[in-house]
C-alpha cells in the first residue's frame, strides 16, 4: 500500500524517496519476531511501513502504515513525560535516574545502595515512572496515561486487551522488577498496580501513522502538529529527547547515535520513532527484531534516511550567513513614503547608518551571536539604526532573546536603536521584556511592518541629519505653481492650468480612489499626505507608496481606458487639484507645449522611482 498525496498529481520527491527505500529493504527478511509475549508472536513478519511526518503536519507514507501493533518500549518516553507533569522533575529523578545502562531493555540495572533504575528507558526505570502517574484509582491513571498517549498520536487511542493480557500473564521478570522496586523504596505502593499500568502503556494500540506524529510532536516542542493540542509541556521535552538520545535502543545507543544520530525509541513490536527536533518525526513498523529487540529494518530505514537526508542532529549549524537572509542600508533599500529632493539628498548621504537584516529560522545563540557581533562592531563606525526583521523566523530561544535584549542595552550606551520588525512577540519574544533593562527600553522600538520600520529609521536620520523640521512635512503646503509636476512651466501656462484643475478637499481616513475605477483625472497633491495601498490575498493591506504636497497621484488617467492598479486613501487632511482626463485633451490640442511640460516632469518623477526601484532589487539580491 503507497499513500499519495491526493491534491497533487505529482508524486513529491520526498514520497519518492520513501518509496525507493522501502523496496530496497522490503526484501530484507533478518531478524524475529518477539516471542516471549505469546500474542506478539502471532504478528506477521513481512509487514513494514514509513511514515515521515513534518512540524507543519505534512504526512509522507509508504507500505503498511494503517497496520494496527502495540507501542511497547516507545511507550516509555511518554510516560516518562507523564510523571514528570505529575510529580516534576526533582520527584521523578528521586526514584530514577538518567544515564545509559549499556544493556538490555530488561536488565535489571539499579544503583547499588539506593536500588534507583539507571534511566526510565529500561523496563525497571519505565515502572517506577509507571508508579508516579497520578490518579486517585488504577482507572483513572489508566485514563491519564491514555489520554496524554492519545494527544501525541492526535486521535483517541485504545488498549489491545488480549496484549494486556498476555504481558501480565508472562511478565515474570517484569513482576520480580516491582517487587524489588518496592523493597527499595523506589515504589511506595503495591507494586503490581504500577506493573499493571506499565504493561496497559505497552499494550497501547497505535499504527505506523500514529508512530510518526507522537515523534513529530516531540518535534514541535509538544505540540501535535495537526490537531494543535499539546501533549506534554514544553519545558519537559529536553528532558524525554535527552534520555531517548541516551537510553532510546538501549545497548545499541552508542552505535545509533553514531549511524543516525537522531533521538529515538524501539519497541518489541515492531516499532521505532526518531526525532529530528524542530523539523519531523519519522515512525517505521516493521516486526522482524534482531539480537537487541530493534527492529532490523527500523534500524535500516533510519540509517539509510539519516545519511541520505543529512538529518544527523550533530552536524554542524547553519553559519549566521544563512541566518541573514538579506542585508542591506537605507542608502539602497527605502521605504514606501516618497521623499522629495531635500530629503533624499540627506537619505543617500547618510542612509548607510540605518541597517536591515532580515532573519530566518531558528535564532539560539550559535545562529544569533555572529549578527549581533556584526551590529555591535559596525556601530562605532558610524551605524545610528539596526533593523532586524522577523518575518521568516520560526523561533526564537531563550539564549537569542536575551542576547538581543543584551544589544539594545548596548545600543542605549552607544547611540545605536535597534528596530524589531514582524515579530509576534507573544510567540517569539515572549520573555524579552523581562530580560530588558528598563533604562534601556527607549532604544528598541517595534513595528508591525518591515516598511514601517524602515520610515521610522529615515525619520530619526532626518531629524539627526537633517534641516531642523525636515521630517515632519505632513502638514506642508504647496501652491499649484509650486508642484513638481508645475516646474519649468510659463505664467501663461500655470493660468490655464488653474483654469482646467478642479480643487478637492478629503478628510482623514477618506477613500480618494479604488481599485479598478476608471482613471478619468490625475491629481496634484497640494496639503497633506495619502497612501497608495493594494489589498493582498490573504487580507490586509499593503502600501505601495506614501506622497506629501508637491507629489502626485492617478497617472493611469494619461493612459486611454486605464482603471484605477490601487487604492489611495487620505492619511490627513487632504488638499488636492483634479486634472481631468478631458481637460488633459483640452490641453494636448490648444497648448501642446504645456502639455509636453507636464509629461516631462511625470517621466522624471518616474525615472526617480525606476532608479530606486532597480537600487532596490540590486540590493536584495546581493
Known amino acids: 500500500m503507497t499513500y499519495a498525496d491526493a491534491s497533487s498529481a505529482i508524486r513529491s520527491p520526498v514520497q519518492a524517496c520513501l518509496e525507493q527505500l522501502h523496496a530496497r529493504l522490503a526484501d530484507l527478511t533478518a531478524g524475529q519476531v518477539a516471542t516471549y509475549i505469546p500474542e506478539l508472536a502471532k504478528v506477521d513478519p513481512a509487514l513494514f511501513g514509513i511514515v515521515i511526518a ?29 510523571a514528570l507533569e505529575d510529580q516534576g522533575t526533582e520527584r521523578v529523578h528521586r526514584a530514577v535516574g538518567v544515564e545509559p545502562s549499556g544493556e538490555a531493555f530488561n536488565a535489571i540495572s539499579l544503583e547499588p545502595g539506593t536500588g534507583r533504575p539507571m534511566n526510565p528507558m529500561i523496563n525497571a526505570g519505565a515502572i517506577a515512572c509507571s508508579s508516579l502517574v497520578a490518579g486517585a484509582s488504577a482507572q483513572a491513571r489508566r485514563a491519564r496515561v491514555l489520554d496524554a498517549i492519545s494527544a501525541y498520536a492526535g486521535r483517541p487511542l485504545a488498549i489491545d486487551e488480549a496484549v494486556f493480557e498476555s504481558e501480565r500473564a508472562t511478565g515474570h521478570r517484569n513482576r520480580a522488577i516491582g517487587h524489588m522496586l518496592r523493597n527499595y523504596g523506589i515504589i511506595e505502593d503495591d507494586p503490581e498496580l504500577a506493573l499493571d499500568l506499565y504493561f496497559q502503556q505497552c499494550s497501547v494500540q497505535v499504527d505506523c501513522r500514529d508512530l510518526a506524529l507522537i515523534a513529530a510532536t516531540l518535534a514541535n516542542g509538544g505540540v501535535n502538529p495537526l490537531t494543535a493540542r499539546r501533549a506534554v509541556r514544553a519545558e519537559y521535552i529536553t528532558a524525554i529527547l535527552s534520555v531517548m538520545t541516551t537510553c532510546g535502543v538501549y545497548d545499541f545507543t552508542g552505535g545509533w547515535v553514531f549511524n543516525v544520530g537522531l533521538p529515538a525509541k524501539s519497541g518489541v513490536g515492531g516499532g521505532v520513532l526518531a526525532v529530528l527536533p524542530g523539523q519531523l518525526g519519522i515512525g517505521v513498523f516493521s516486526p522482524a527484531l534482531d539480537e537487541r529487540g530493534n527492529s532490523v529494518r527500523g534500524v535500516q530505514v533510519c540509517e539509510t534516511l539519516s545519511s541520505e537526508l543529512a538529518l544527523h542532529f550533530l552536524q554542524p549549524p547553519r553559519p549566521s550567513a544563512a541566518t541573514v537572509r538579506a542585508r542591506y542600508t537605507l542608502a539602497e533599500v527605502r521605504s514606501k513614503r516618497r521623499r522629495g529632493d531635500a530629503e533624499r539628498r540627506v537619505l543617500d548621504e547618510h542612509g548607510r547608518r540605518a541597517a536591515v537584516y532580515e532573519l530566518q529560522g531558528d535564532l539560539r545563540f550559535s545562529t544569533i551571536e555572529q549578527v549581533v557581533r556584526e551590529i555591535t562592531e559596525a556601530a562605532p563606525a558610524g551605524l545610528d539604526f539596526a533593523v532586524l526583521d522577523f518575518k ?21 550606551a552607544h547611540g545605536l536603536n535597534l528596530v524589531l520588525t514582524r515579530v509576534r512577540r507573544g510567540e517569539l519574544l515572549a520573555a524579552f521584556g523581562n530580560e530588558l533593562d528598563p533604562q534601556c527600553a527607549r532604544s528598541v522600538s517595534f513595528q508591525p511592518q518591515l516598511d514601517l520600520g524602515l520610515e521610522w529609521c529615515e525619520r530619526g536620520l532626518l531629524q539627526r541629519h537633517g534641516a531642523a523640521g525636515m521630517a515632519g512635512t505632513a502638514g506642508a503646503r504647496c501652491s499649484l505653481a509650486e508642484h513638481g509636476l508645475c516646474a519649468g512651466m510659463s505664467p501663461a501656462d500655470l493660468a490655464l492650468l488653474q483654469a482646467c484643475v478642479e480643487p478637492h478637499q478629503f478628510d482623514a481616513g477618506m477613500p480618494i480612489l479604488r481599485r479598478g475605477d476608471p482613471g478619468d483625472a490625475l491629481y496634484l497633491l497640494l496639503r497633506g499626505e495619502v497612501s497608495v495601498t493594494v489589498e493582498l490575498p490573504g487580507g490586509g493591506h499593503k502600501r505601495l507608496s506614501t506622497l506629501t504636497a508637491g507629489m502626485s497621484f492617478g497617472e493611469l488617467a494619461l493612459v486611454n481606458g486605464g482603471l484605477r492598479s490601487a487604492d489611495v486613501r487620505a492619511d490627513t487632511q487632504v488638499e488636492c487639484c483634479a486634472l481631468p482626463t478631458t481637460a488633459l485633451a483640452r490641453l494636448e490640442a490648444e497648448r501642446p507645449s504645456l502639455m509636453i511640460r507636464l509629461l516631462h516632469n511625470l517621466l522624471a518623477n518616474a525615472t526617480l522611482t525606476a532608479v530606486q526601484l532597480t537600487a ?6 546581493a
Do not use: C, N, W
Open 54 to 82: 513534518t512540524v507543519d503536519g505534512r504526512l509522507y507514507e509508504v507500505g503498511d502504515t494503517r497496520v494496527p501493533f502495540t507501542l511497547q518500549s516507545i511507550s516509555k518516553p511518554l510516560v516518562y513525560g507523564v
Open 392 to 412: 521568516r523566523v520560526s523561533h526564537a530561544d531563550q539564549a537569542a532573546t536575551r542576547l538581543l535584549a543584551q544589544l539594545v542595552g548596548y545600543g542605549a
Open 616 to 621: 532596490e532589487v540590486a540590493a536584495l539580491e
